[in-house]
């Protein structure tokens, strides 16, 4: 059979982004006043599709329904359909929402906004909002058996002749029958694959100008698990390789592919692979380590799977504290990182969206003029202080007091009150997730009202003049702590910072 009916392999065309948006910023589909709703499709489409990248099938899926399209002053939030199953949706993993920002808010200006994607998504739908009789978001302008796609492609530079009139948009406008929804990714009118070219010339005639510049990914260059696994390996080989260096060591994995290059060093499966493994085992012949691998199953491997995985692991103050940190430094306006279940006030943000958010992810919007309360993963702490450190917000802040970590000293210096030490240990609880602190009387916690406005931080700094002059006999309310300076390579100083009484 191999001998009779070979494989094939074709060279998928390139394309030329320029080249698409140059023709989308000018006649017909400028203005978009003016634009037949066919260019108007044509061009939301490819808007939306290059700005969210994601998959035809995700784009399709895109809908209309009440909670599912969010129109901010900085941008439109979009859900697919709640029935669609997207092609990497597990149950530990199901896509984000998308974000869709304004062009005004990137560039400050509107020298593009030709190509924003809001701009024509909202022209869009308030084009389409008398022709609409579902909730599909992308229309077609004409009847389904107008605008079917051949089975093959045509040859680059080639046009049937419906084509060409669908490219002329000589066509009337669509009336109340003639708004379809779009024919799914699974449907026979779009499974053959339009190139760039094609794309092209339904914008316009193609020219011998046009040039080929950014080449998709070879077909055998799969992005899976071995390909974070192995080099996660590496890593940590190399990172422990003084405490491993001259000894046999077996690294457990739940990849039975990244086991079984170990163990065979190397195979013929993937050649992508190949560099990969050949790095580590040159790592560990230069120190003399014995590797070999072995497979542990999904179940049994909890805590690693978790991490790689992003498991939601939830931990939160419990809210009696949390009430008590709200009655020490009044009540903020909203919770910044929590999800439904462990949300400590009315208003909260969530990582994902949720209807009953107030926003999705925290950190994808300004904080200026805000009042939050943060309790962040540890990794996010520096980003925090960066979005504090750029806006006029207020931030009650539960982090470690931790001197040695390169972010402590911007948080010292945004201090505006006295901060709180929390008990050891500190009284967390965990709404999600398997993994555990081995240790949680180590972390330190500690609640710090951090703000960038000056005036405020001049406040707290006439405050902290007069409480390191107390009369004599008064109880001691200060300690030292180390704290680095900003460079990083100066030498160490140290900062009184008194605390706030228990």
């Known amino acids: ?45 490819f808007l939306v599709a290059a700005a969210s990248a994601r998959r035809r099938s995700g784009i399709h899926a895109l809908t209309t329904k009440r909670g599912f399209l969010r129109q901010d002053r900085d941008g439109v939030r979009l859900l697919p ?32 906004e030709e190509w924003c994607p809001v701009r024509a998504l909202r022209h869009y739908i308030r084009r389409t909002r008398s022709l609409r009789r579902h909730d599909q978001l992308f229309l077609l302008p004409h009847q389904p058996d107008t605008l079917r796609l051949p089975r093959t492609p045509s040859p680059v530079g080639s046009e049937t002749s419906s084509n060409r009139t669908c490219c002329r948009g000589n066509q009337p406008e669509p009336t109340m029958s003639g708004a379809c929804p779009l024919p799914g990714p699974g449907s026979a009118g779009s499974r ?50 003084a405490q491993l260096q001259g000894h046999a060591v077996t690294v457990f994995s739940d990849n039975t592919t990244t086991v079984a290059y170990i163990n065979r060093q190397g195979g013929t499966r993937s050649p992508s692979l190949l560099p990969r493994v050949w790095d580590l085992l040159l790592l560990c012949d230069r120190l003399h380590i014995s590797l070999q691998a072995s497979h542990l199953a999904g179940t049994q491997n909890v805590t690693a799977d978790a991490l790689s995985r992003l498991d939601p692991n939830e931990w939160s103050l419990s809210q009696g504290w949390a009430d ?20 400590k006030l009315p208003t909260f943000c969530t990582r994902r ?6 926003r999705t992810d925290a950190l994808s919007f300004q904080w200026n003029g805000l009042f939050g309360y943060a309790f962040p993963p540890l990794t996010l702490i520096d980003r925090v202080l960066a979005m504090v450190l750029g806006s006029n917000a207020t931030i009650l802040l539960v982090a470690p007091c931790w001197p040695t970590q ?31 602190y081995h240790d949680t009387q180590s972390l330190r916690l500690s609640a710090w009202k951090l703000s960038a406005v000056g005036s405020v931080q001049r406040d707290f700094q006439n405050r902290l003049h007069e409480l390191r002059h107390l009369p004599a006999g008064s109880p001691p309310l200060t300690r030292m702590i180390p704290v680095s ?13 008194p605390w706030m009484p228990q």
């Open 1 to 45: 059979m191999f001998h009779e009916r070979p494989p094939t392999r074709r060279l998928p065309p390139s394309w030329s982004l320029t080249d698409v948006l140059t023709v989308l910023a000018a006649p017909p589909f400028e203005p978009l006043g003016e634009a037949s709703l066919q260019h108007l499709t044509h061009k939301t489409v």
């Open 81 to 112: 359909d709640p029935q669609f199953l997207a092609k990497n949706q597990s149950i530990s993993f199901s896509p984000s929402e998308i974000f869709l920002p304004a062009m005004s808010t990137l560039t400050g200006g509107r020298d593009d």
């Open 192 to 241: 053959s694959r339009m190139s760039s070219r094609r794309l092209l010339g339904k914008l316009r005639q193609p020219s011998s100008a046009d040039t080929w510049r950014t080449p998709f990914p070879p077909r055998g260059l799969s992005l899976g698990r071995p390909f974070s696994v192995l080099p996660n390996v590496f890593r940590a080989v190399r990172h422990w390789s």
């Open 324 to 343: 008590h940190l709200f009655h020490l430094f009044d009540r903020p306006h909203v919770d910044l990182f929590a999800s439904e279940a462990n949300a």
């Open 353 to 358: 969206f949720h209807p009953a958010a107030w």
């Open 406 to 436: 390169p972010w402590f000293h911007r948080l010292v210096q945004l201090l505006v009150d006295l901060p709180y030490r929390l008990p050891d240990p500190p009284p967390l609880t965990q709404k999600a997730g398997q993994l555990r």
């Open 485 to 497: 300076p900003d460079s990083g390579d100066g030498p160490e100083t140290t900062v009184t910072i």
